[in-house]
């Protein structure tokens, strides 16, 4: 059955075995992160936070949302103040119990109605390890749907612009998209900006919350990896 | 399998295959199967798992009014959607 997906579900199903050999080339806790990220980016477009003058991420009103959403929102109504959206990668980086909580519930939704599935596997025939597997005919949806709205002619949504951004960011374009298609993606992104002006201004807050996400995902991995070679040493 | 058709054979005939409406509208494969599967194409399969075909006059009509939809009415392929949706070619006058 094809179902109306949220972006951070979107996203998902995109990045799970981005490859025909069903390996995924995202890390597990990028994947998870960057998820976390499509979920804040949009209950942004969706009004249920916004961007302060400074860029930090505040909730609007009584934080209200979907039920897989509540963990997340409560985290961030939690915070003592408001944090920017590189803050919060990098909290959920580096709190793992907590990142797969709310990723969990990012995902519920999917796993309950068999759109992602979790598979058991060995590595080296040895170790035994679980990967992500997504239902392929709503995922080649997705990206048949990113593929006509970004390739095509016409108005795009803020949800497909965002999902694009996104997956550029996390460097899973290139699975789906040739160099000429993601530079001609490129092109149509900047004429969207002159023909879709006032909803551009939150794409434009949106493409600086992604890469704040990839920033913060850069340093938060050379952290752990300096870490890794100092308790190793 | 049999060998792919002329274009001035398809060109003319009643149902042809996603690749030759591929070849007559010009759009990506990709898009094609977008539309199909979000139900803005009409097709034609005698089983399931057997080729889809698609009315040639039909789907160039329906591929004729998204592009209006998009270019001057400025609709979403989401909103297309909506506008299409549960209209079939037999409730059309």
Redesign the interface.
């Known amino acids: 059955m094809?179902t109306e997906l949220k972006l951070e579900e979107e996203y998902m199903l995109a990045v799970t075995n981005s490859l025909q050999s069903n390996k995924s080339h995202l890390q597990r806790s990028y994947m998870q992160v960057y998820t976390i990220g499509a979920a804040i980016i949009e209950m942004l477009l969706e009004g249920q936070l916004r961007l302060n003058e400074s860029q930090k991420i505040e909730v609007i009103g009584h934080p209200m949302t979907q039920p897989s959403r509540q963990p997340l929102m409560a985290t961030i109504a939690a915070a003592k103040r408001p944090q920017k959206m590189k803050e919060w990668i990098t909290y959920f980086m580096n709190h793992g119990g907590q990142r797969n909580n709310v990723f969990d519930s990012l995902i519920a939704s999917l796993q309950n109605s068999g759109l992602l599935g979790l598979e058991h596997y060995k590595i080296l025939w040895l170790f035994p390890a679980t990967r992500y597997a997504a239902d392929a005919?709503n995922k080649?949806?997705v990206?048949?749907?990113l593929?006509?709205?970004m390739?095509?002619?016409?108005?795009?949504?803020l949800q497909t612009s965002s999902l694009a951004m996104l997956l550029e960011a996390s460097k899973q374009l290139k699975y789906y998209f040739s160099d000429y298609e993601r530079r001609q993606m490129q092109d149509r992104l900047k004429e969207l900006q002159t023909e879709q002006s006032a909803e551009w201004k939150t794409i434009v807050q949106i493409k600086k919350a992604i890469e704040e996400i990839e920033a913060a995902g850069a340093v938060a991995g050379s952290v752990a990896a300096s870490t890794s070679v100092a308790t190793s040493s | 399998m049999s060998r792919p058709r002329s274009f001035e054979t398809f060109r003319q005939s009643d149902l042809v295959t996603i690749s030759e409406l591929v070849q007559l509208s010009g759009l990506r494969y990709s898009t094609l199967k977008y539309y199909v599967e979000s139900g803005l194409l009409p097709f034609e399969q005698l089983d399931t798992g057997l080729v889809r075909r698609y009315p040639r006059v039909a789907a160039l009509e329906r591929l004729a009014e998204i592009k209006v939809c998009k270019e001057e009415y400025k609709m979403t392929i989401q909103q297309i959607i909506a506008r299409f949706k549960g209209e079939t070619y037999a409730d059309r006058p």
């Open positions: 094809l005919r080649d949806r990206i048949q749907g593929r006509a709205e390739l095509e002619e016409g108005p795009v949504t």
